[in-house]
């Protein structure tokens, strides 16, 4: 088991920047990949980015590709999702997923360990 538990949250003006961390817990949770979905109210969960166990390999959604960056410090076991230059079309609960396999995550968009989410509210 892997527990994830995402901070970093709240609420920021367009053009501003928020980084969200993932603390993972549990059982080798520095082997698994990682990543970070979003659902906005009413629309479907969607990709935003994904890295692997090794922090070497990245992928980005085009919609926060240049925005965004994801990376990993696995001596603190912690995921970290750095977004610049946030639109209000960025706002939505953000979770924190990981899976033993980076193709999981970015092929199939799904994952075998969630965390509860944080809210990210960009106002206009």
């Known amino acids: 088991q892997v527990q994830l538990v995402e901070s970093g949250g709240g609420l920021v003006q367009a053009g501003g920047s928020l980084r969200l961390s993932c603390a993972a817990s549990?059982?080798?949770?520095?082997?698994?990949?990682m990543g970070w979905f979003r659902q906005a109210p009413g629309k479907e969960r969607e990709f935003v980015a994904a890295i692997s166990w090794s922090g070497d390999i990245t992928y980005y959604a085009d919609s926060v590709k240049g925005r965004f960056t994801i990376s990993r410090d696995n001596a603190k076991n912690t995921v970290y999702l750095q977004m610049n230059s946030l639109k209000p079309e960025d706002t939505a609960v953000y979770y924190c997923a990981a899976d033993n396999k980076f193709d999981t995550i970015v092929l199939l968009t799904t994952a075998d360990y969630w965390g509860q989410g944080t809210q990210v509210t960009v106002s206009s």
């Open positions: 549990g059982r080798t949770s520095s082997t698994y990949a």
